[in-house]
Nanobody, 122 residues
Framework: QVQLVESGGGLVQAGGSLRLSCAASGRTFSSYVMSWFRQAPGVEREFVSATSRRGITTYYADSVKGRFTISRDSAKNTVYLQMNSLKPEDTAVYYC???????????????WGQGTQVTVSS
């Protein structure tokens, strides 16, 4: 099973940018669809974005489309989430996930990172 470690979270003002990283262990990184989810207090974990195994196809939640960009680097076994034009409602713990297919439901995800906090101040 793949191990995932996120980094890059922090505190930023509204309108600012952050880039999250998720490093995956093992030699099977390219066999996984990689995704980002987020969870705010008192709210169910929600899908943010996903990238196909080769990074050719990307998927976004409507709430982040046009502001966030997902990418992956197979040489570094790392997936990124570039977040621009951040809003206070983007505040959440962001989780990296690995799965065999594109899954928008967190219940279908088998491998999670520990999460990284993103706080956007108004």
């Amino acid at each position: 099973q793949v191990q995932l470690v996120e980094s890059g979270g922090g505190l930023v003002q509204a309108g600012g940018s952050l880039r999250l990283s998720c490093a995956a262990s093992g030699r099977t990184f390219s066999s996984y669809v990689m995704s980002w989810f987020r969870q705010a207090p008192g709210v169910e974990r929600e899908f943010v974005s996903a990238t196909s195994r080769r990074g050719i196809t990307t998927y976004y939640a409507d709430s982040v489309k046009g502001r966030f960009t997902i990418s992956r680097d197979s040489a570094k076994n790392t997936v990124y989430l570039q977040m621009n034009s951040l809003k206070p409602e983007d505040t959440a713990v962001y989780y990296c996930a690995a799965s065999s297919g594109v899954e928008r439901r967190p219940q279908q995800i088998g491998s999670w990172g520990q999460g990284t906090q993103v706080t956007v101040s108004s």
